[in-house]
């Protein structure tokens, strides 16, 4: 059979691999590992460590705390040209193979491979595919692998098939000297505390038997190394084995305690942290220093991760290493806070400020500001009440869904508020103030602002040139309660000590009768309504140039007859919508007529000339000094009586008797 390998040319093999053995040059070496004494024995021979074959004379023992201590001594040579040769060779089958042995990374293009291993069953051959654009095995090559490792009698039909299928299974194709005494060998070293087990092979003699990963898995159970293995890397040492190198085969798994529980937290803990926001034109407002965590009911504001569970380890021998399970911990939970249904979850359960405070969660509907409302404090909004134990200071803004409450005065600074604001002090707008209330206002005075309540303003001392509007009463009592310039409106009632300054100066106006928003709002439709009908009669203007233009014409340019479409177009829409404008104000005006309201203007002292009173539609205009007088409306007619009290006992306490929650 062509290319068959002869007794005689397996008798000349045999004879050359003696006589390189012959050649080799060995040395003694040692070391306090292996690793060391293999690479004290490559200095000795000037070569690589990877190019040593070694024996183990002595093996060595670590000792306890340096007693008993020996070193590992081996003898080490130079390997054969042989194996040189067949490992360079062997790269052809591999590919590209990774300087880590056992190293998972998959190369993207790798070239076919092919494997002899001689077993007692006879030579087998391995073929596997390539990878990406990886070349595939040749017949030549296959056939040269098998001689290299003398086989005979080689079924070539059938090595031709393996290569073609390239299925990476062994199959058996010929036969070779079997020598049992020279099959590879294996020793086993298990250390770090039975974590790890190594192996470490020695190649087979003529006509020995590889090791398979079988072999390879039995030997290591045989030696009670039986968890973790690298099946891999057994299979690795079956198709390319590596000899007189120690191998990591296993190794261990090390114990893991778990997690202790702990909190994730919604908000933030560092009432140090301020945060400052940067508008779009790149300024940083200093005012905004976001120091109020806001939280509504119901919002998460942390949760429990829960401890976790230990992960026993476990050694190559299988011996089983404890762990501890994490700790758990309680929930922190402080005032208005509560657990949601998951068990593990911080909720909120009413609007306020978010704080953690010895170790708990806390929501407090109450937040108080110790000094001035300034750049030190910030703007404050809060979803809850505030209370500011001094001022608020120029350009500031304190908003609330409950109330405010302001021990000191306020300045030209903006106030909102759900519920009711106090200020004990006064109200000083400078032409700029605004406060809006959704029910009562409070004040000693109010000077040069603007105020909007959604029940009543009461006010102890006086108002003065500001505008005023509650959808209740305007209430000034006391001993300075006037009301001088200005507009106030109200829905129900306008009660002062005074209106108006005896040498005149500001126009001072009082409605009442109606509802004061809904008459604003009627105000800004009818302005909107007169804008827009002036717009229309200017666009009827040019509509009707250019139709003009086109009756004259019989046509028009392109270009001005697209403009007299878009206008008759833009008219029609300006149109419908003062039609819906106009219907809006029609039905405001329905709602105040049927209002039922009995609107009245009470002074207790004076009212002077130039005050002008308006209840609903009627107006008058006071040409002298009146005295402890109502103002009413009959049968569309404004009519006086005698002065009549503040019928609500609540509105004549004044602010100092108000205590905010």
């Known amino acids: 059979m062509p290319g068959t390998v002869g007794l005689p040319?397996?008798?000349?093999?045999?004879?050359?691999?003696?006589?390189?053995?012959?050649?080799?040059?060995?040395?003694?070496?040692?070391?306090?590992?292996?690793?060391?004494?293999?690479?004290?024995?490559a200095i000795q021979l000037e070569c690589p460590v990877a190019s040593l074959d070694f024996e183990v004379v002595e093996k060595g023992v670590p000792g306890t705390l340096g007693l008993g201590r020996k070193p590992w001594k081996i003898r080490a040579y130079k390997t054969s040209v042989k194996k040189q040769v067949a490992a360079a060779e062997s790269s052809f089958g591999e590919g590209i193979l990774s300087e880590d042995f056992g190293a998972d990374q998959e190369p993207k293009d790798r070239d076919g491979g092919v494997y002899v291993r001689l077993s007692s069953d006879g030579a087998l051959l391995k073929v596997t595919a390539p990878v990406g654009r990886g070349r595939r095995v040749n017949d030549k090559a296959a056939m040269d692998r098998l001689h290299e490792r003398a086989v005979h009698d080689i079924d070539e039909p059938l090595v031709r098939e393996v290569v073609r299928l390239a299925s990476g299974e062994y199959v058996p194709v010929g036969r070779f000297i079997l020598n049992p005494a020279n099959d590879a060998l294996m020793t086993v070293d298990v250390g770090d505390q039975d974590m790890k087990a190594y192996v470490m092979l020695t190649a087979p003699g003529p006509g020995g038997c590889d090791l398979s990963a079988d072999s390879i898995l039995s030997f290591l159970r045989n030696n009670k190394v039986i968890y973790g293995i690298k099946e891999d890397v057994l299979q690795e040492l079956e198709d390319l084995p590596r000899y007189r190198e120690p191998i990591l085969a296993a190794e261990g798994s090390r114990p893991q305690n778990g997690r202790d529980a702990y909190m994730q937290f919604n908000f933030s803990m560092d009432k140090s942290e301020i945060h400052l926001k940067e508008s779009a034109d790149g300024r940083v407002n200093f005012k905004e220093l976001g120091l109020i965590q806001n939280v509504v009911a119901g919002q998460p504001l942390a949760r429990k991760v829960p401890a976790e569970n230990a992960i026993p380890g476990r050694t190559v021998t299988g011996k089983i290493l404890p762990?501890?399970?994490?700790?758990?911990?309680?929930?922190?939970?402080?005032?208005?806070?509560?657990?949601?249904?998951?068990?593990?979850?911080?909720?909120?359960?009413?609007?306020?400020?978010?704080?953690?405070?010895g170790g708990k969660i806390n929501v407090e509907e109450v937040f108080t500001v110790q000094g001035d409302v300034n750049l030190k404090s910030g703007n404050v909004m809060f979803l809850g009440t505030v209370l500011v134990q001094g001022n608020v200071e120029d350009g500031f803004i304190v908003?609330?869904?409950?109330?405010?409450?302001?021990?000191?005065?306020?300045?030209?600074?903006?106030?909102?508020?759900?519920?009711?604001?106090?200020?004990?002090?006064?109200?000083?707008?400078?032409?700029?103030?605004?406060?809006?209330?959704?029910?009562?206002?409070?004040?000693?005075?109010?000077?040069?602002?603007?105020?909007?309540?959604?029940?009543?303003?009461?006010v102890s001392d006086g108002i003065v040139n500001s505008g005023v509007t509650a959808n209740k009463k305007i209430i000034c009592q006391g001993k300075r309660a006037h009301i001088v310039g200005g507009h106030y409106r109200a829905c129900e009632e306008i009660n002062a000590k005074t209106l108006g300054s005896p040498v005149g100066g500001t126009e001072t106006v009082c409605e009442v009768g109606y509802d004061p928003k809904s008459k604003e709002r009627m105000d800004q439709l009818s302005q909107q309504v007169s804008q827009i009908r002036h717009q229309i009669e200017e666009m009827d203007k040019n509509i009707s140039t250019l139709q003009i233009l086109k009756k004259q014409r019989k046509t028009l340019p392109e270009e001005k007859e697209a403009i007299l479409q878009e206008s008759l177009a833009k008219r029609a829409e300006v149109a419908e919508e003062a039609a819906g404008l106009a219907k809006e104000i029609e039905s405001i005006q329905t709602y105040l007529a049927n209002l039922k309201t009995r609107g009245k203007v009470s002074v207790s002292g004076k009212a002077y000339p130039g005050v002008r009173i308006i209840i609903k539609d009627v107006v008058e205009e006071l040409k002298t000094d009146q005295k402890g007088l109502t103002f009413y409306l009959d049968n569309m007619m404004i009519k006086k009586t005698k002065y009549e009290e503040v019928d609500d006992e609540s509105v004549r306490r004044g602010p100092d008797a108000y205590k905010a929650d």
């Open 9 to 41: 040319q397996i008798q000349e093999l045999m004879r050359r691999y003696l006589d390189e053995d012959r050649e080799k040059t060995s040395v003694a070496a040692e070391g306090a590992s292996l690793e060391e004494a293999l690479r004290n024995a």
């Open 399 to 458: 908003k609330a869904s409950g109330n405010i409450e302001v021990h000191g005065n306020v300045g030209k600074s903006e106030l909102v508020a759900e519920g009711d604001i106090i200020v004990h002090q006064g109200i000083t707008g400078k032409s700029g103030g605004s406060i809006q209330a959704g029910k009562n206002v409070w004040a000693k005075f109010i000077e040069n602002a603007k105020v909007e309540a959604g029940e009543s303003v009461i």
């Open 323 to 357: 762990a501890r399970n994490g700790k758990d911990i309680p929930l922190p939970l402080g005032k208005n806070v509560r657990v949601s249904e998951d068990g593990v979850t911080v909720l909120a359960e009413i609007n306020g400020q978010v704080t953690y405070i």
